[in-house]
């Protein structure tokens, strides 16, 4: 189990294999990413972990504000 309390990671429910736009808690940054991603995806401004893979559909901890085409 992971010992990051201060995040909560949920897998984002009714979605596909997509770009999604996640909002990093921590600074506000938003960014692109694939909801199927088979890497930890990070915050590009402040480096907070924003998504992690679990084989399906990754965990985010980000909020979603948003899908992309
Ligand atoms: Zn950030």
């Known amino acids: 189990m ?4 201060t ?3 949920v ?3 009714g979605i596909g294999n997509r770009f999604v736009r ?3 808690k921590d600074c506000g940054n938003v960014q692109p990413t694939y909801t199927r991603t088979s890497s930890v995806v990070v915050c590009n401004i402040c ?5 992690r893979p679990t084989g399906g559909i990754a965990e985010i ?3 979603l504000v948003g899908e992309t085409e």
């Open 61 to 63: 901890s980000a909020e």
């Open 11 to 13: 897998k984002p429910k």
């Open 2 to 5: 992971s010992e990051e309390t």
């Open 47 to 51: 480096g907070a972990t924003l998504s």
């Open 22 to 24: 996640i909002k990093c």
């Open 7 to 9: 995040k909560k990671f």
